[in-house]
């Protein structure tokens, strides 16, 4: 039986589904669907399949659609993203997945120009499920730093350590409680570095005031000595799993001295570690030849290159050939 809708999937259910599955992860919560619903940005959805001999879910998928700009960009813009794939049983079938991910498609068809599940974890067991859908895999790679152990922060590269001990001693600390005008000043600066450099869109700040004060997230953010953000992250987590680094900024330009971006970096690898996070993944590294400098970048910090792909379907062919146009010009203007 296919269950469409949060109103339809019990959430006592959906979470022995969680605590269970090898493939679970924040964003495949209900607890992160209900932040997403009330976000104002992200329109989530969800989709299950309950095994009619078992009567459990053996399979949930959980997204957002999103879109950003004016009313044109928007309209070109529209996307459903699943963060993480697939939340399933290791007993549940491929035919049954693929019948997931076909009404999942129907569902999404009029309201999104394409389909992307962001992988963390390996899905090769279930790939045939998605080439059968239509899908198409993008190769791509993620960050995973393990931080089980606190040997997490010596496998720093030295000159990472030496930044942070230069900052710290000239009085910078890190809040993991902030104010609604530390996550306001820790959003201004996220906002100028996607608005001028990265060129891609971001929640507004109310999504940020509301996952600091959530149970699965929090946003930590790096003061100087007189108490001005100079930097701050973004995470997502389930207690005793993973910690996402979702968003991350720093002002790098205004407080040289203090490392901005380092710190914020740090300060997330910290978290994870005191709070028994196994693994902090700082979510993508792009690809080799295209993403090199970021590649570099990343592997500062102790972790290792993991493979972390993502499967396409573009649920209108024609628009999704012309967004990916609009929108490469939209990023060069």
């Known amino acids: 039986m296919i269950l469409v809708g949060r109103e339809n999937i019990d959430s006592a259910e959906w979470r022995t589904l969680l605590e269970t599955s090898p493939f679970s992860s924040v964003f495949q919560s209900p607890e992160c669907y209900d932040l997403f619903a009330s976000s104002g940005y992200f329109n989530p959805f969800v989709i299950a399949y309950r095994d009619d001999k078992s009567g459990r879910i053996l399979a949930l998928i959980s997204g957002t659609i999103q879109c950003d700009g004016n009313v044109v960009m928007r309209f070109f813009s529209r996307r459903a993203i699943v963060y993480g794939g697939p939340l399933i049983d290791t007993s549940v079938s491929v035919d049954s997945l693929k019948s997931v991910l076909n009404e999942l498609k129907s569902i999404l068809k009029g309201k999104a120009i394409y389909l992307e599940f962001r992988t963390f974890f390996d899905y ?4 045939s499920a998605f080439y059968s859908e239509g899908f198409s895999l993008v190769p791509y790679l993620g960050y995973l730093i393990d931080t089980s152990t606190s040997d997490a922060l010596r496998r720093i590269q030295r000159r990472k350590r030496e ?3 230069s900052a710290i001693s000239r ?8 104010s609604v005008a530390d996550i306001e000043a820790f959003y201004s600066i996220l906002g100028n570095l996607h608005r001028h450099k990265t060129k891609t869109p971001i929640p507004p700040v109310s999504f940020f005031i509301a996952l600091a004060r959530s149970s699965v997230g929090r946003v930590i953010v790096i003061k100087n000595s007189a108490g001005i953000v100079v930097s701050g992250s973004a995470v997502m987590f389930l207690s005793g799993g993973t910690l996402y680094h979702f968003y991350v900024a720093g002002d790098d330009h205004s407080f040289k001295a203090l490392f901005p971006s380092t710190l914020a970096h740090w300060s997330v690898i910290q978290y994870s570690i005191e709070h028994y996070m196994h693994f902090c993944d700082l979510m993508g590294a792009g690809l080799p030849g295209v ?16 493979a972390a792909d993502r499967f396409l379907y573009p649920l ?18």
């Not at 090769?124 to 790939?127: E, G, H, V």
């Not at 993403?291 to 993991?306: C, E, N, P, T």
């Open 124 to 127: 090769s067991a279930y790939a």
């Open 163 to 165: 930044q942070i001990s």
């Open 171 to 178: 009085g910078a600390s890190v809040c993991d409680t902030p």
């Open 291 to 306: 993403h090199d400098s970021l590649i570099a970048f990343k592997k500062k910090w102790g972790g290792a290159i993991v």
């Open 316 to 333: 209108d062919k024609f628009l999704y050939s012309l967004g990916r146009f609009a929108m490469a010009v939209f990023r060069r203007i």
